[in-house]
């Protein structure tokens, strides 16, 4: 069987960026949640806000190093397996990528060693800034992060001078089209992913009757912050399929599995298997109309279809389909499991419910499967584009010897296979250890305020030599 390099290149980029997006999805939410809970400790005193910020602490630092680890090689790739695209679009993305590592990265890297490692060797204020500074960081690299991507999908701002891409409008190109829709998107994602772990855990802790006041508690917020951002993100998801329809119809078209070149009053598909080669669709499941009212807010607006487009203009239309159901069935998920929270408090039962307690176990990973399916609707609902419209994935693919590029991709299977199974066996050893317990807590704060009273103690001797 012969290899096929492009192929393999792209399969191993797929791979790595999917391993990737795993580890910030849950840091971003994570450091948002422990700057929440340091300041609600500050304010109000109450130690199982510190707990929490102590707990979640080491898993966030175990994922962050993850994340970075993981991410490095995303870099190298552009330069070996797609050498043509990088000499392109170099002029464009090559600054945005810099100013994610300049303003963002570096932020988080001079701030981290405080938040991780200050506890007893600064000033509970100046640890909350450097946790906040962390938690701020992580969002603006998702925004040069996403203001990339979001180019490639919606280019704007540039123009092509000798086959090379060249910036007209910094402005265009960061605030695409689409940028602001995608950041909304993924921002909401990430503290779904977080919340869902934090409330997933805590109800774990619940079920076994183990430190039942910091349990509560992080389950107690874990919903709240559901019950706000799960509908919220359905709301922005909706926004974001119209701005989809607008500038990438045919990719609106993948994930409703619309075939027709143009359909009045598209029905919505609860399931179908769509069938590439004979251009149509199996065993639909369909609500009359419904995707056209979705879409067009219409009950017969019309919608383009794949057929619109040549055949090699369009994407891979089975995987987009079943990918965008996932992580909208996950989503509806997430809202039914706030809602059942809401109500079981209004019982009185949150916390003793044993079925919601186990939904929640098990939603634990729901936020990562949302975002990784949401990633492949968003990278393969774009092919065979890299740059939308101007610029195709199998023209600036690097021609590398197939067996070369089948090795660093297996090497990167059983590297990052082994990885996250280590992740995975050192998460679960912190959560079945539990979280400090407050005598431990209360030394602590010892060594915490110590820097004050040191402080004191020097002022006090030299005022005591002064009057000598």
């Known amino acids: ?154 280019p704007a701002g540039h123009k092509i001078v000798d086959g090379r891409f060249e910036v007209e409008s910094w402005m265009e190109v960061i605030f695409n089209p689409s940028m602001p829709y995608r950041l909304t998107h993924m921002l909401l994602a990430a503290m779904l992913t977080a919340t869902f772990v934090i409330g997933g855990v805590s109800a774990w802790y619940l079920r076994k009757d183990r430190d039942v006041a910091f349990a509560r508690k992080g389950l107690s917020m874990a919903l709240w912050a559901a019950l706000v951002l799960a509908p919220l993100q359905l709301m922005v998801g909706d926004a974001h399929g119209l701005n989809t329809k607008e500038h990438q119809p045919v990719k609106i078209a993948a994930m409703e599995g619309i075939w027709p070149a143009t359909e009045t009053g598209a029905p919505l598909l609860l399931f179908a298997i769509p069938d590439m080669e004979n251009e149509t669709n199996h065993f639909e499941i369909k609500v009359p109309k419904v995707a056209s009212l979705i879409l067009t807010h219409s009950l017969d607006g019309e919608l383009q279809g794949l057929k619109s487009v040549p055949a090699e203009d369009r994407p891979y239309v089975p995987l987009i389909f079943f990918s965008f159901r996932i992580m909208v069935g996950l989503g509806m998920l997430m809202i039914a499991a706030a809602v059942w929270g809401l109500w079981l408090r209004r019982k009185g039962g949150t916390f003793e419910s044993k079925p919601f307690l186990l939904l929640m176990n098990m939603m634990i990973p729901a936020g990562v499967i949302c975002t990784l399916a949401g990633w492949y609707v968003t990278e393969v609902g774009r092919q065979p584009w890299l740059v939308h419209g101007l610029v195709r994935t199998m023209e600036v693919v690097t021609p590398l010897p197939a067996e070369r590029v089948l090795f660093s991709l297996t090497l990167f299977v059983l590297t990052y296979s082994t990885l996250l199974l280590v992740y995975l066996y050192f998460m679960a050893k912190l959560v079945r250890k539990g979280p400090p317990n407050m005598a431990t807590l209360e030394q602590h704060m010892i060594g915490v305020n110590a820097p004050s009273f040191a402080l004191e103690w020097v002022k006090k001797l030299q005022r005591d030599v002064v009057e000598k």
Request: with cysteine.
């Open 1 to 154: 069987m012969d290899l096929d390099s492009a192929m393999l290149s792209r399969i191993q980029f797929a791979f790595t960026i999917s391993f990737h997006i795993i580890f910030p999805a849950i840091t971003i939410g994570l450091a948002t949640a422990i700057a929440i809970w340091e300041g609600l400790w500050l304010k109000t005193r109450n130690p199982v806000y510190f707990q929490l910020a102590k707990f979640w602490i080491k898993p966030f630092a175990i994922t962050f190093g993850m994340g970075v680890v993981s991410g490095i090689v995303l870099s190298y790739e552009f330069g070996t397996n797609f050498s043509k695209f990088s000499e392109l679009v170099g002029p464009v993305l090559g600054p945005l990528l810099a100013y994610e590592v300049l303003t963002a990265f570096f932020l988080e890297a001079g701030f981290l060693g405080v938040m991780l490692f200050g506890w007893q060797r600064v000033g509970e204020k100046l640890h909350y800034f450097a946790t906040c500074v962390v938690a701020v960081g992580t969002w603006i690299s998702s925004f040069w992060i996403i203001a990339a991507n979001s180019w490639m999908q919606t």
